[in-house]
Nanobody, 134 residues
Framework: QVQLVESGGGLVQPGGSLRLSCAASGFTWDDYVIGWFRQAPGKDREGVSEGVSCIKNNDGSTYYGDSVKGRFTISSDKAKNTVYLQMNSLKPEDTAVYYC???????????????????????WGMGTQVTVSS
């Protein structure tokens, strides 16, 4: 069974940095896409996930949401079965629970369109809280 575990969240001041980790197990690395999504606080936003970033494991291609381009960087370490999200220049509006999720690469053409749509992701971690506040 595919399992994903997020870590690295916490409380930081605006302008600060965090690195999130997504440890994966139970799947063939190159057969999957790993994405990061977030849900902002407030019950009006519950169940609504914003696509943050994604990496295609078999070729290393990456994708970013417009709101994080230039500030966040996704990377992976195949030997450790781990995907990272380096978050710099954090803003209060980045406050959210961050989730990593896995999608089968065979379902993800074209990647530029599908990577940010939660429907394609069949396995999800439990999330890690990121709070940006002074």
């Amino acid at each position: 069974q595919v399992q994903l575990v997020e870590s690295g969240g916490g409380l930081v001041q605006p302008g600060g940095s965090l690195r999130l980790s997504c440890a994966a197990s139970g799947f063939t690395w190159d057969d999957y896409v790993i994405g990061w999504f977030r849900q902002a606080p407030g019950k009006d936003r519950e169940g609504v996930s914003e696509g943050v970033s994604c990496i295609k494991n078999n070729d290393g291609s990456t994708y970013y949401g417009d709101s994080v381009k230039g500030r966040f960087t996704i990377s992976s370490d195949k030997a450790k079965n781990t995907v990272y999200l380096q978050m710099n220049s954090l803003k209060p509006e980045d406050t959210a629970v961050y989730y990593c999720a896995a999608a089968r690469v065979v379902n993800m053409n074209p990647m530029a369109v599908k990577w940010s749509h939660v429907w394609w992701y069949e396995r999800w971690g439990m999330g890690t809280q990121v709070t940006v506040s002074s």
